[in-house]
């Protein structure tokens, strides 16, 4: 996965879910997280050689260290 340009900007971080499990951040535990869209671009040859497709993706970046973690599914936003 080459990288990315964020689709939206980031407004307040927020608690949010995946599968069911709190997001912590893996490098502070940190526990809120700015929502972003990205765009990556993966290689896939099995579908079409020597093309990049664009593949959405969510990405989570760490509201103390800035870490980021992506997701090809939607993290749920934990209200409250
Ligand atoms: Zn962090």
Known sequence: MS???????P???NHYQ???V????P??????FY???????IYESAYAE???TGKMATALTCSRCTMM??????????IG
Do not use: M
């Open 18 to 20: 995946v599968a069911g």
């Open 50 to 52: 020597n093309e990049y």
């Open 35 to 41: 929502e972003s869209r990205v765009q990556c671009n």
């Open 69 to 78: 973690l992506y997701f090809s599914s939607k993290p749920n936003k934990v």
């Open 3 to 9: 990288i990315f340009r964020p689709l939206s900007d």
């Open 27 to 32: 490098h502070c535990r940190a526990q809120k």
């Open 11 to 13: 407004t307040e971080p």
């Open 22 to 25: 709190n997001v912590i951040c």
